[in-house]
Antibody, heavy 122, light 107 residues
Framework: EVQLLESGGGLVQPGGSLRLSCAAS????????MSWVRQGPGKGLEWVSV????????HYADSVKGRFTISRDNSKNTLYLQMNSLRAEDTAVYYC???????????????WGQGTLVTVSS | DIQLTQSPSFLSASVGDRVTITCRAS??????LAWYQQKPGKAPKLLIS???TLQSGVPSRFSGSGSGTEFTLTISSLQPEDFATYYC?????????FGGGTKVEIK
């Protein structure tokens, strides 16, 4: 059974940093691209970042480029999101999501974690 | 970025009703569209990929159609467990973007 478990969320002041983790199990982690998708309070979904199965080809939404860094440790089956220079508008539930295909990056997300809440406030 | 506009944004319906949700793209996206269902406090669930391919385990009362700029998600006979918010997502052009959502509530 595929499972994705996020952690690391919490309350942080504007300008602060936070590192999210997503522990994966139930599939061959290293063969799938993984993404982070966020959802502001009462809002819709926003794709944040993606990384290939090998750890290359990271891409970011313009709203987080230069502030967030996605990475993965395939030996630990874990995905990360380092978030720096946080702003109030980064407040959201952050989900990690698995790509549907192991062959190519499709951006179809067939499994999602339960989410971790990040609140940026003074 | 490609904008996706869903209509209606809110829908009130009864069990057994046929429900149709529309997603319009700001430019052509071929069939590179997904539909997700999200219940309160839960993560989204992928229902349909490639505009019309039903994911494994998704009931056959759900169907998707369309290509280019106009897409629909249809629930043929609404069930109690279908009351949720539905999102479309395009992945034809980078970055992937989502529609604003359609909340389906009980009449």
């Amino acid at each position: 059974e595929v499972q994705l478990l996020e952690s690391g969320g919490g309350l942080v002041q504007p300008g602060g940093s936070l590192r999210l983790s997503c522990a994966a199990s139930g599939f061959t982690f290293s063969t799938y691209a993984m993404s982070w998708v966020r959802q502001g309070p009462g809002k819709g979904l926003e794709w944040v970042s993606v990384i290939s199965g090998s750890g290359g080809s990271p891409h970011y939404a313009d709203s987080v480029k230069g502030r967030f860094t996605i990475s993965r440790d395939n030996s630990k089956n874990t995905l990360y999101l380092q978030m720096n220079s946080l702003r109030a508008e980064d407040t959201a539930v952050y989900y990690c999501a698995k790509d549907l295909s192991s062959i190519q990056m499709t951006y179809y997300f067939d499994y999602w974690g339960q989410g971790t809440l990040v609140t940026v406030s003074s | 970025d490609i904008q996706l506009t869903q209509s209606p944004s809110f829908l009130s319906a009864s069990v057994g009703d046929r429900v149709t949700i529309t997603c319009r793209a700001s430019q052509g996206i071929s069939s590179n569209l997904a539909w997700y269902q999200q219940k309160p406090g839960k993560a989204p669930k992928l229902l349909i990929s490639a505009a019309s391919t039903l994911q494994s385990g998704v009931p056959s009362r759900f169907s998707g159609s369309g290509s280019g700029t106009e897409f629909t998600l249809t629930i043929s006979s609404l069930q109690p467990e279908d009351f949720a918010t539905y999102y479309c997502q395009q992945l034809n052009s980078y970055p992937p973007t989502f529609g604003g959502g359609t909340k389906v509530e009980i009449k």
